[in-house]
């Protein structure tokens, strides 16, 4: 027997919708339903004076990110979407070399970590992570994440209020560890089966 109830909606003042009639809210409401995997995107700031060898590294930055796909097998290259603005999307504007480390179920902790708003310090954050640094990137790779990317900026491409990122990728390895993906929806991180 066909459902013949009508899919459910949120109903939303005009003043808040679009010009094609789409608001904020049934946007993220109807993507909210897409499954996607959760990824941490690491990039390290170059040092604070270049040209002075002795001069600090500049800070570790990482950023949890849904919004991450594979785009050619040849050459290898993926997709990161980054808020305009955001501290990854200013960093990597500069930065053309950065990672991604595909989390595992059990690292929700390392997700909700990096994706807090008005976090403190990024090395904080890092504190108390095990991680390898990317021997092209220099940029963190999370230890115990199911694989980890290291990739090189080859363009940005405005969109909205965001900023697609499309990397080369450089290096590619798949960890021994075990369990499935982080993944995230319905507004929740949660895990397959």
């Known amino acids: ?96 070399l950065w990672a991604v480390s595909v989390l595992s179920e059990s690292q929700r902790h390392v997700a909700g970590r990096f994706a807090m708003k008005g976090r403190v310090s990024d090395r904080l954050l890092f504190a108390d992570i095990p991680y390898l640094r990317g021997e092209y990137s220099g940029a963190p790779l999370v230890g115990g994440a199911l694989a980890t990317l290291e990739c090189r900026t080859e363009q940005r491409v405005p969109a909205g209020d965001h900023t697609l990122v499309i990397g080369r990728v450089l290096t590619a390895r798949v960890s021994s560890a075990e369990g499935g993906p982080l993944t995230y929806f319905r507004g929740r991180y949660r895990q397959l089966g």
């Open 1 to 96: 027997m066909p459902n013949t109830s009508a899919p459910s909606t949120i109903t939303v003042p005009s003043a808040a919708r679009h010009a094609e009639g789409v608001s904020n809210d049934e946007f993220r409401a109807a993507l909210s339903r897409l499954a996607a995997g959760v990824v941490l995107v690491t990039a390290q700031e170059p040092p604070l004076d270049p040209d002075d060898p002795a001069a600090p590294a500049g800070e570790d930055v990482g950023m949890t990110a849904t919004a991450f796909l594979s785009v050619s097998l040849d050459p290898p290259l993926v997709l990161v979407s980054l808020r305009n603005g955001s501290r990854m999307d200013e960093l990597l504007d500069e930065q053309p």
